[in-house]
Every structure is written in structure tokens, then in C-alpha cells.
């Protein structure tokens, strides 16, 4: 069984940051990359960002670019988002994700291409 684990949400005042961290553990586990999504009250889970291990390459929601930062560790299947200059409507739960290791596509924005998902973590920021 994998699991991922979500930290470092919190509440945070409008234009400040904030640091998630997300590590797998349980059975031996690799993947092709890993990725973040959100999903405020009332709304679909959406794309946030994503980290394909092989490239490096990195994607980002328009609505988080020049903002946000998405990071990792390969070797420890553990993924990273820095949040700058948040928003109120960047509040919502984040969930980090893990695509399963023989996925070779170039990048995945998709829920439907992540295999493992972590419980969320909640980011509420104030205005």
C-alpha cells in the first residue's frame, strides 16, 4: 500500500506564503512524476502543478504561474510547492499526487493520470 502525506498547510494572510510537502511511504514505490491539485468549496478538484522526474519539465495552472514553485526529490518520491503572493482564491484542500512509474508521457495535468493521491491539506488564506 502507498501513502501519501500532505504538510504545511495552514491559514495565511493575503500576500504571504506558504510551503507544502508531500513524501510517500509504505511499500516500495516509484513514479514518473508527481503533481498538486486543489479543490475549494463547491468546485471540482483542478490542476495546480506538476513535475515530470526524467525532464525535470514543470507545468503550472495559468491561474498559479509566476507564483507558485513545484519542486522534488526523485530518490525520495517527495514533491514541494512553494506558494508566493497567495490569493484568497487560493484557498482550498491540496492534495499532492504520483503518477505510476511506466507512465512516460512528457507531463500529466489530469486527475485521471495520477494513480496515488495523498488526504489533502488545507491552505485558507485571509484577505
Known amino acids: 500500500q502507498v501513502h501519501l502525506v500532505e504538510f504545511g498547510g495552514g491559514l495565511v494572510q493575503a500576500g504571504g506564503s506558504l510551503r507544502l510537502s508531500c513524501a510517500a511511504s509504505?511499500?516500495?514505490?516509484?513514479?514518473?512524476?508527481m503533481g498538486w491539485f486543489r479543490q475549494a468549496p463547491g468546485k471540482e478538484r483542478e490542476f495546480v502543478a506538476a513535475?515530470?522526474?526524467?525532464?525535470?519539465?514543470?507545468d503550472y495552472a495559468y491561474s498559479v504561474k509566476g507564483r507558485f514553485t513545484i519542486s522534488g526529490d526523485n530518490a525520495k518520491n517527495a514533491v514541494y510547492l512553494q506558494m508566493n503572493s497567495l490569493k484568497p482564491e487560493d484557498t482550498a484542500v491540496y492534495y499532492c499526487?504520483?503518477?505510476?512509474?511506466?507512465?512516460?508521457?512528457?507531463?500529466?495535468?489530469?486527475?485521471?493520470?495520477?494513480?496515488?493521491w495523498g488526504q489533502g491539506t488545507q491552505v485558507t488564506v485571509s484577505s
Open positions: 509504505g511499500r516500495t514505490f516509484s513514479s514518473s512524476g
Open positions: 513535475i515530470t522526474w526524467s525532464s525535470g519539465r514543470t
Open positions: 499526487a504520483a503518477r505510476v512509474a511506466w507512465d512516460i508521457r512528457p507531463t500529466a495535468t489530469g486527475l485521471n493520470d495520477y494513480a496515488y
